[in-house]
């Protein structure tokens, strides 16, 4: 199952230069990404929330002579990562229906690729065949980018390649070494092997890994290529990288410097935590003083991901889960910002803010529906961001109440920028008298899932925090116990 | 009694050389006769160096083992693919270049079979003086520029190769490789390595012997750079292999922190220089410098892993320069990137070939490209060279910039004129398969050619 909704997409792209129309080409992808979709979620069917271990797991060898099998399964963080990714593809294709026109074919192919490739991340236990991935779905995210995004696309495509590549170069050394000290990729037996491997060079091995996933979040000095990519990005590329891509970076934290580090995690735990509060207060104020509507939701998604790195490095119950769930959040409330802003877009040529004004008089529906996204981007209480927030914030408040109080300071500044940026392009005057349509039935359509989303998660988290309840007491035993008391079991492992 | 069937694929390939040159004299307008008599030729010389695998040998200068037979069908299987690009860009080209590029390739499988200084040296003649020939065969300003320059640095380097044998002539008494052994460290053997060493570099450019290599890569039509670039590097390195480690083990630790500081520079340099180039052929010349530096870390390890990593990477890199530049040609025969502006659209097919070579040139899943490095590499980190590999990794992300510009062009600018090659190219095409089947297969699925290559080395 696991196999077929991982597959299924870059498998059916073959088909897609058979396609005359590029109207059906849209609807061929659609189609296929919709059936990922509703494939992903039957996972949840057999999907035991009691079950501390892997699900859906399946070994196949594949490269004998490297030591790397296809080792692949999940647990609860990784399912709602893959439903995320899996409901978030087909909307943004959806959403690129009038706004991609030349190459329609290109993009959907890649699009396909691209969903391959996130997903392969999210289910993938060895580290050769994460690394494939993680640079599989480099490529297509480069192309639709470069070929369909704004005025200085390609500049941004090469700085996001250049800068993930670099990472991706130390993170692969890494996992070499780890291959050659522990004798094998795969990431359970390696975790089980890491007492094979001096303090130093672990500390070393650490900042890899943990270099190569900053890039990717993006946590604070490492930041940059960020808001080009996302300004630049076509919309659908906006939603995919906000909502997925840069959760690999907190994804790859989780599951192999907690896993295969966890003492050394904790020993960085404060300063990582520091970076991200440092990423929140920084985020915060740089969307404060954007003039550009995209620029503003890029910024936000680098405090944004503060929270989570913050609440993750707390290592306790609620910081973890709330962590976690706040990466779930920022996908759907940021990837829905972006369908806003792209929405505005197509109608107005224009992402100044200035020039955007007075959206409320013409397109009152659209502008009921962004507001509800922007407040839940917030955090107002019945909304998912609030739930998240919350929890990171309870979870830190138990570490350092200074972090917590600067976190605190995050919150309201977000309150800040975002009902500015509200007030800036909803309420504020036109400079002259224009006229547009309001939401079309699509892009409704295409909105309505995140606003159920929006309530639900605000609401009633409860099925959500109770998949991520295991996976985070799991990473919480593995950091709290001193390695000492692992070794004992291992000889036998061993030999 | 000699037994024959050992050097059935040299033999079959002198054969071809002397019918294709019979004929391009018979049959002067036709210029697919020859063409088609060098491609069978090749072919039945792969299947024979296929078929009798487990057959080796030796007889005088030559040793004819698995791992030269592996090098063997690499050299076959490049020229072959160079033979088929040919076909189609030399339409009215001189029919005689087949015949030398089947000389090239004799001279390059004896150099991967010999194992003794004075063949290997002939060798290295018999494929210069092809090249010499190939090189200014067409005619113009340009091309008479490079085939000058390059006729003067490979006599020079040859001369420089020729003395480096003598020294080791002298101090050793035997040009053989397996007793070289006997030679020290007296200052005599220090000088012929490296001469040894100078002039191989002219020969496989690493820096500081490359200065050339982009003006004769500039000069000369499209196909005969694929050549220059691809066959003849993989052949000197199947050379260097064989006598460093073989013969000049004793002097190991002296030539291992040599190549590992060429290694660092060749990257370094060729990667830097290929960033600043605006010139596609110049790009490709000092990137297969690069090139030349990811492999020479295979010699600063020094260990048989090793070395079988470097046949499996140069097998990807032989497919990749020649597919590289063929793809260039199909789309239009032009060293500027703007001329492929845009044409991403128009040649749908052709692109997406271009666009997955490139990539595996730089070194991204899932193509040959990426497990060629990672094997590589990985030796490298066994082997106690965490830098080198880490300098390769890093190297090879800084070369996604240039390598990466081929695509963009391709699909990120718009088209600047409509001029586009036309004509039936389907034996460019029919290459452009091949390479990237291969090399998507060896993607994903590398164990099952490094595996059977892994098994032939010693």
């Known amino acids: ?495 | 009694m000699i037994d024959l069937n050992l050097f059935g694929p040299e033999l079959v390939v002198l054969g071809t050389a002397l019918m294709t040159l019979a004929f391009a004299f018979i049959a002067r307008e036709r210029q697919t006769i020859p063409a088609n008599i060098a491609i069978i030729g090749l072919i039945l010389a792969l299947f024979l160096e296929f078929t009798s695998m487990s057959n080796s040998g030796t007889l005088f200068m030559i040793r004819i083992y698995p791992f030269t037979r592996v090098f063997n069908m690499i050299l076959i299987l490049g020229t072959l693919l160079l033979t088929f690009y040919s076909t189609d860009y030399f339409e009215e080209g001189p029919s005689e270049i087949y015949f030398f590029f089947l000389t090239n390739l004799l001279g390059m499988m004896l150099l991967a079979d010999s194992v003794h200084l004075l063949l290997s040296f002939l060798a290295i003649e018999l494929i210069s003086f092809s090249l010499f020939v190939v090189v200014g065969i067409i005619q113009t300003p340009r091309s008479t520029e490079a085939s000058l320059k390059f006729f003067l640095v490979g006599s020079f380097s040859s001369s420089i190769t020729l003395m480096g044998i003598g020294l080791l002539l002298y101090s050793g008494g035997n040009l053989y490789y397996d007793r070289l052994i006997n030679i020290n460290m007296t200052p005599i053997d220090i000088l012929g390595l490296i001469f040894l060493i100078t002039g191989l570099g002219f020969k496989v450019f690493y820096v500081p012997f490359m200065f050339w290599v982009p003006d004769v890569f500039e000069g000369v039509p499209t196909p005969i750079t694929a050549l220059l670039s691809s066959v003849p590097k993989a052949a000197v390195f199947a050379l260097l292999i064989q006598l460093m480690y073989t013969g000049l083990l004793n002097l190991q630790f002296l030539w291992r922190s040599t190549f590992a500081l060429l290694a660092i520079l060749s990257m370094i340099l060729g990667n830097i220089a290929a960033l600043r180039e605006n010139n596609l052929k110049r790009m490709m010349a000092y990137s297969s410098i690069a090139h030349a530096g990811y492999v020479l870390i295979a010699f600063a390890v020094n260990t048989p892993d090793a070395y079988s990593s470097v046949a499996f990477y140069l097998v990807n890199y032989v497919l990749l320069m020649v597919g590289a530049f063929a793809g260039i040609s199909y789309l239009r025969d032009s060293e500027k990137y703007e001329d492929l502006y845009g044409l991403g659209t128009k040649f749908p097919l052709v692109s997406i070939f271009l666009t997955v070579i490139f990539l595996s040139l730089t070194g991204i899943p899932p193509t040959g490209g990426f497990t060629a490095k990672l094997y590589l590499f990985k030796e490298a980190v066994a082997g106690g060279r965490t830098d080198l590999a880490l300098i390769g990794f890093l190297n090879s992300a800084i070369s996604a910039f240039y390598y990466l510009r081929v695509p963009a062009s391709l699909y990120m600018e718009s088209p600047q004129n409509s001029l586009v090659n036309a004509g039936n190219k389907t034996m460019i095409m029919t290459t452009l398969w091949v390479v990237v089947i291969v090399v998507l297969y060896l993607g994903i699925f590398p164990d099952s050619l490094f595996v059977p290559i892994k098994s032939t080395f010693y």
Request: hydrophobic content about 55%.
């Open chain 1, 1 to 495: 199952m696991l196999n077929l909704i991982v597959f299924l997409p870059v498998l059916s792209s073959p088909a897609i230069p058979l396609i005359k129309s590029e109207k059906r080409v849209f609807h061929y992808t659609l189609l296929v990404t919709f059936s990922v979709f509703v494939f992903s979620l039957s996972l949840l069917k057999g999907f035991s929330v009691e079950n501390p271990l892997f699900q859906w797991a399946q070994t196949i060898q594949w490269l004998p002579q490297l030591g790397a099998s296809y080792h692949i399964g999940i647990d609860g963080i990784s399912l709602l990562l893959i439903l995320l990714t899996t409901f978030l593809t087909p909307i943004s294709v959806l959403a690129s229906l009038k706004s991609i026109k030349s190459n329609v074919k290109g993009f959907c192919g890649s699009l396909l690729v691209l969903e391959t490739g996130m997903l392969g991340v999210f289910v993938s236990l060895d580290l050769l065949l994460f690394y494939f991935f993680w640079d599989l779905m480099l490529v297509p995210m480069y192309l639709i980018i470069g070929i369909w995004g704004h005025e200085r696309r390609v500049y941004a495509a090469f700085k996001f390649i250049l800068y993930t590549l670099l990472g991706s170069a130390i993170l692969l050394i890494a996992i070499i070494i780890i291959r050659l000290k522990t004798g094998t990729f795969d990431l359970i037996e390696a975790s089980q092997n890491m007492y094979l491997i001096g303090p130093n060079l672990k500390r070393v091995l650490f900042l890899a890994f943990a270099l190569a996933f900053a890039i990717k979040v993006p946590l604070f000095p490492f930041h940059t290529w960020l808001p080009d990519a996302h300004v630049e990005a076509p919309t659908a590329g906006s939603v995919l990288l906000a909502g997925i891509l840069l959760k690999m970076g907190v994804y790859g934290f989780l599951r192999f410097n907690f896993l295969l580090f966890p003492d050394i995690t904790s020993n960085f735990a404060s300063f990582f935590m520091v970076l991200g509060v440092i990423g929140i207060i920084y985020g915060a104020l740089m969307s404060w003083v954007q003039q550009d509507l995209k620029k503003l939701i890029a910024y936000s998604s680098i405090a944004h991901l503060g929270f989570v790195i913050l609440g993750i490095f707390t290592m306790t119950p609620w910081g973890l889960q709330g962590g976690i769930l706040q990466m779930f959040n920022h996908g759907i409330s940021t990837g829905a910002l972006f369908i806003a802003a792209g929405i505005l877009y197509e109608r107005r040529h224009t992402y100044s803010m200035k020039n955007l004004a007075g959206v409320a008089k013409v397109m009152p529906i659209f502008s009921t529906i962004f507001g509800i996204v922007m407040l839940s981007s917030v955090g107002l209480p019945g909304l998912n961001g609030f739930v998240g927030e919350f929890l990171v914030i309870l979870g830190t408040f138990k570490i350092s109440k200074t972090l917590a109080f600067f976190a605190l300071l995050g919150v309201i500044f977000a309150a800040v920028y975002l009902l500015s940026m509200f007030q800036k392009v909803v309420f504020n005057p036109a400079k002259e008298k224009y006229s547009t349509s309001d939401l079309t039935f699509r892009e409704f359509f295409v909105f309505f899932p995140f606003l159920v989303f929006i309530f639900w998660v605000g609401v009633y988290p409860k099925p959500f925090l109770k998949l991520l309840k295991k996976p985070s007491q799991g990473i919480i035993t593995k950091v709290t116990t001193p390695e000492v008391k692992v070794i004992p079991d291992q000889p036998e492992d061993g030999k």
